[in-house]
């Protein structure tokens, strides 16, 4: 099987996916902190539509990557598999919102999702599937508790309405989802940006 060159656009994709996340999640917590529950669906919804658009290309490109198999070897198993979860959580995640529905039971499947992205990178790291380890490991940890901090994040959400203030045990969750993104949001933006010079020179 021949190897498709898509992998750095693949990761500049998880790249937006932190950036749209980060400024959502951030406008809601700020619209919350100045005009309390009442409007934060309607600062929540625009961002359903970029974020739909990003869930359903990551999913149609982890299909292709688990049925064509283009990278070396297990690197598809390593790639695809939380790249196919991220891409469905994307998506139940925008269909929850645009329909307003609960959003913690898209939640509960992105933490157990960020659970299996770790247990991938660690046995990767230990197999030593790289040449970069510690910066793949980083990228699959800071993508993993992304996923794990994403359940409590959407249970505070869930009870948004009705409170009248963010505990500080809130603050500090929502504090670790945000750092979660960005770090993995920057770690493959890095990955990427390495990997297109040596694509280009390289094209399939």
Same mark, same amino acid.
């Given at each position: 099987m021949a190897f498709i060159d898509d992998l750095a656009m693949e990761l500049f994709t998880l790249a937006l996916v932190g950036i749209v996340s980060v400024?959502?999640?951030?406008?809601?917590?700020?619209? !919350?902190? *100045?005009?309390?529950? *009442?409007?934060?669906?309607?600062?929540l919804k625009p961002g359903v539509f970029p974020l739909g658009v990003l869930g359903v290309v990551i999913l149609i490109m982890g299909f292709y990557g688990e049925m064509t198999w283009p990278l070396p070897g297990s690197y598809n198993i390593l790639f695809y598999d939380p790249y196919m979860f991220i891409g469905m959580i994307l998506v139940m995640m925008a269909v929850a919102i645009g329909y307003r529905q609960k959003l913690q039971y898209v939640g509960i499947l992105a933490f157990f999702a960020g659970i299996i992205a770790i247990y !991938?990178?660690?046995?990767? !790291?230990?197999? *030593?599937m790289t040449s970069s380890p510690i910066a793949m490991l980083g990228l699959y940890i800071a993508f993993g508790l992304t996923g794990v901090f994403t359940f409590p994040t959407t249970l505070i959400y869930d009870m948004l309405p009705g409170r009248e203030k963010v505990s500080k045990g809130w603050t500090v969750i929502l504090v670790l989802f945000w750092l979660g993104l960005i770090i993995s949001a920057i770690l493959a933006a890095i990955t990427a940006i390495e990997a297109v010079p040596q694509h280009l020179l390289s094209p399939p």
């Open positions: 400024y959502m999640t951030a406008s809601v917590y700020l619209e !919350y902190r *100045k005009n309390g529950a *009442k409007n934060i669906e309607e600062i !991938y990178g660690a046995n990767a !790291y230990i197999d *030593k």
